[in-house]
């Protein structure tokens, strides 16, 4: 069963910066995209940033320009790093591990716990 196990939520004042870290574990499939998403109170999931197995990064257009996403491969972890913070990013954070099922054309998504961050103003 795929694990994915999140780190670096926390509370931070309004311009500073975070780094979270997801590790994916127990497959020995190909974990195609993994990217994070957030879901703050009140409000429906959404997609933060991805990022591909290759490389290629997507972003919101609200985080562009203060967010980086990237991936180490072998350890199948991604990070996403945070700069110049805002009360609005204030949110659960998720990772998630898109995973190719070996032989097939499919692949199945897995969702990490979730990580608390709090932008202060």
């Known amino acids: 069963q795929v694990q994915l196990v999140e780190s670096g939520g926390g509370l931070v004042q309004a311009g500073g910066s975070l780094r979270l870290s997801c590790a994916a574990s127990g497959t020995t499939f190909s974990i195609n995209d993994m990217g994070w998403y957030r879901q703050a109170p009140g409000k429906e999931r959404e997609l933060v940033a991805v990022v591909s197995s290759g490389g290629s990064s997507n972003y919101a257009d609200s985080v562009k320009g203060r967010f980086t996403i990237s991936r180490d491969n072998p350890k199948n972890t991604v990070y996403l790093q945070m700069n110049s913070l805002k009360p609005e990013d204030t949110a659960v954070y998720y990772c998630?591990?898109?995973?190719?099922?070996?032989?097939?054309?499919?692949?199945?998504?897995?969702w990490g716990q979730g990580t608390q961050v709090t932008v202060s103003s």
């Open positions: 998630k591990a898109r995973v190719a099922i070996g032989g097939t054309r499919f692949t199945a998504d897995y």
